[in-house]
Structure formats: structure tokens, C-alpha cells
T-cell receptor, first 116, second 115 residues
Framework: AQKVTQAQTEISVVEKEDVTLDCVYE???????LFWYKQPPSGELVFLIR??????QNEISGRYSWNFQKSTSSFNFTITASQVVDSAVYFC?????????????FGTGTRLLVSP | DSGVTQTPKHLITATGQRVTLRCSPR?????VYWYQQSLDQGLQFLIQ???????AKGNILERFSAQQFPDLHSELNLSSLELGDSALYFC??????????????FGPGTRLTVL
């Protein structure tokens, strides 16, 4: 069965610190997709990144970077030089291909608090 | 702005009542998904429609039903409401129903409060 674990419930940092959000997933499928979404205090879910299981190349987008490691079933998210606007709940999610389903299975989320 | 719209933004009702949540997908998107976010269960997939047909079902209660209309908008109907149904209900849309091409873009959600 598919499962996503975000062990960090809440992280507090001071502005300009780097922070890494952990995500560990479980799946029996060989083809799957991993996602990160951001939920700011306003409540909407904002798509950040998609990564498929055949592409283990790390990705960097501005202050955001993602480290995908199949060997440890992890897809961690790092924010460099955090800012107050990064305060939000971040969700890691998984989608499997084998069942033909499109559902996203979400982790429980990590609340990031960035203080000035 | 994701391009997905949901109405109403907030809904307050009483136990036993029935409500309808509405979702309009992004222009050109054929798939619509419904998710429930509650304190107890987190974010959970409820149901997916693709071009008017049900494609996948998740943890959706029998008291809940959904449909997708010819103009591709979707409605989620919740009946015999209970206190535990209080949650944020998200609609998402994607271009197709296949996994190889698309992300799901989420609407702003409808916050349902059952008193």
C-alpha cells in the first residue's frame, strides 16, 4: 500500500536559516510520482514540484531544492535562506501508476514557522 | 491563482442537513478530483471524474456523492451531515486522467462547518 510519512510535525526557524523538510514514502509500484505542495495560512494548496520515479536528479529552483533518493525512499525539500513568507504547511504526496488511479496520497504535513 | 474555482468559500450548516459544493476546473482540464482536509484524517482523496465519468474512488462516505456535468464543472453533495464532516473540501483539476503528463491544481477550497 502507498504511504507518505512526514515525521516532522512543526519546525521553527529564524529568517535566513536553511531548513530541510523530510519525506519518506512507501510504494510497491516501480512507476510513481512524488509531489510537494505548499499550504499557506490562506488555505489554498500550491503545487511546487513533481518528480517521477525514473528521475533521481536533484532539482533546484531559486531558494528551493529537492533531494530524491530511491535507495532510502526519501524526497526531501530544502529551503535555503528562509523567509517569513515561507511560513506554511508543506505536504509531500505520492501517486502510483499501476492502479491507474490519479489520487494523491498525502503525508500529514510539516508546519514551517519562519520568524523575523 | 490556480484557475480552479470553488463555491461557496464558507458554508455553515446544521447536523442532518444536505449541502452542495461546486467546482469549476481550469479551462481545458477534463479531470476533476475532490479531497477532504480534516484535523483527524488529514488530506484524503474522495473521488475523481474524467470527462463526466467516475474514474476513481477513495475514502468517500456513502452519504457523499459527486458528479461532473457536460460543461465539466463538478458538484460534491454531502447529506445527513454530521459534526465530523466539518472540514476543508478541495477540488483539483488536471488536463487528462493519465499520470504521465499532468499535475493537479487545487482550488481555494470550501470550508464546511457543521454545527
Amino acid at each position: 500500500a502507498q504511504k507518505v510519512t512526514q515525521a516532522q510535525t512543526e519546525i521553527s526557524v529564524v529568517e535566513k536559516e536553511d531548513v530541510t523538510l523530510d519525506c519518506v514514502y512507501e510504494t510497491r509500484d516501480t512507476t510513481y510520482y512524488l509531489f510537494w505542495y505548499k499550504q499557506p495560512p490562506s488555505g489554498e494548496l500550491v503545487f511546487l514540484i513533481r518528480r517521477n520515479s525514473f528521475d533521481e536528479q536533484n532539482e533546484i529552483s531559486g531558494r528551493y531544492s529537492w533531494n530524491f533518493q530511491k535507495s532510502t525512499s526519501s524526497f526531501n525539500f530544502t529551503i535555503t535562506a528562509s523567509q517569513v513568507v515561507d511560513s506554511a504547511v508543506y505536504f509531500c504526496a505520492l501517486r502510483e501508476k499501476n492502479t491507474g488511479f490519479q489520487k494523491l496520497v498525502f503525508g500529514t504535513g510539516t508546519r514551517l514557522l519562519v520568524s523575523p | 491563482d490556480s484557475g480552479v474555482t470553488q463555491t461557496p468559500k464558507h458554508l455553515i450548516t446544521a447536523t442532518g442537513q444536505r449541502v452542495t459544493l461546486r467546482c469549476s476546473p481550469r479551462s481545458g482540464d477534463l479531470s476533476v478530483y475532490w479531497y477532504q482536509q480534516s484535523l483527524d484524517q488529514g488530506l484524503q482523496f474522495l473521488i475523481q471524474y474524467y470527462n463526466g465519468e467516475e474514474r476513481a474512488k477513495g475514502n468517500i462516505l456513502e452519504r457523499f456523492s459527486a458528479q461532473q456535468f457536460p460543461d465539466l464543472h463538478s458538484e460534491l453533495n454531502l447529506s445527513s451531515l454530521e459534526l465530523g464532516d466539518s472540514a476543508l473540501y478541495f477540488c483539483a483539476s488536471s488536463t487528462t486522467g493519465t499520470p504521465r503528463v499532468d499535475e493537479q491544481f487545487f482550488g481555494p477550497g470550501t470550508r464546511l462547518t457543521v454545527l
